[in-house]
């Protein structure tokens, strides 16, 4: 018997003691020389190896998940019945773990979210599972991508409109998940000009918040103003060009102007031309 056997032999009775792990029936008689001999599950001769993946093992055993190498399944060497393996994914040896996180699995498999264990580790980043109870369902408290439920993780879930990662009111994501829209309460930087001081007053905030009208009429044409000539020269005047909105003159004003028939009275159409009866 070569020492690589007697190594081998030793290791497995040591495990055996230790995890009541039984040997094959004649493993003793393993000597690695390419023959199928009874007891053993397979014999490839010098190919024999506890490293090269798929190889018949120095015991004449067949790989099994737990042997430390990651087996694909696939061999060409006779075995002594139809036994199979692989493929395997990961493979530990004694680290593999359905307990432990981030382990190997004892079946050959990665860690996933709803095996029940909480992976924190790279490439996982759970911070919940509670397997077959994770939900997204509005009160979970588990979702289905291990995340738990909250505003702000950026994941959208059950009840959110949006959810950008932030709890900023500035965005287009308000920290309560809602869209930001005008009437709300939350500017939007660099979008809306003002806000509403309540969703019945608009205050000095223009209908689309796209203007604060309580600097129109300063004479500088600000973000949301068409146009500002000053206080005085602003005004609803008939073919004034601009408005005390500080926008311009324009059909749909309310001002019947120079070249309309009317603007905005019962009957006129959008074109500021009386609506004809057929």
């Not at 500035?170 to 709300?184: I, K, L, P």
Request: aromatic share 6%.
């Amino acid at each position: 018997m070569n020492s690589k056997c007697i190594r081998s032999l030793l290791v497995l009775a040591f495990l055996g003691a230790l995890f009541q792990v039984s040997l094959p029936a004649h493993a003793e008689d393993c000597i690695g020389e390419g023959i199928l001999d009874p007891g053993e599950q397979c014999d490839n001769g010098s190919m024999n190896s506890d490293s090269v993946p798929d190889a018949c093992r120095t015991d004449c055993r067949v790989p099994w998940c737990g042997d430390g190498v990651i087996d694909t399944g696939v061999h060409s060497y006779p075995t002594s019945s139809a036994l199979t393996w692989g493929p395997e994914v990961c493979d530990d040896a004694h680290l593999n773990s359905d307990f432990l996180p981030n382990a190997c699995r004892d079946d050959c498999t990665l860690p996933f979210c709803g095996d029940g264990i909480i992976d924190d580790g790279i490439g996982y980043g759970e911070q919940c599972d509670e397997g077959a109870a994770n939900s997204d369902a509005l009160g979970a408290t588990c979702s289905t991508r291990c995340i738990i439920p909250f505003c702000g993780n950026g994941v959208l879930e059950v009840g959110e409109m949006c959810d950008d990662g932030n709890t900023s009111d500035a965005d287009g994501c308000t920290s309560q998940c809602r869209y930001n829209v005008c009437g709300d309460g939350y500017v939007w930087a660099s979008i809306e000009m003002c806000e509403y001081e309540s969703p019945w007053d608009r205050g000095t905030c223009r209908y689309d918040c796209g203007q604060n009208v309580s600097i129109c009429g300063n004479g500088t044409v600000d973000l949301g103003e068409s146009c500002d000539a000053g206080e005085e020269r602003n005004n609803d005047e008939v073919d004034n060009p601009c408005r005390s909105d500080c926008q311009p003159q324009r059909c749909g004003d309310g001002i019947v102007d120079a070249g309309e028939a009317c603007d905005r009275q019962q009957g006129c159409a959008p074109d500021c031309n009386w609506i004809t009866p057929r």
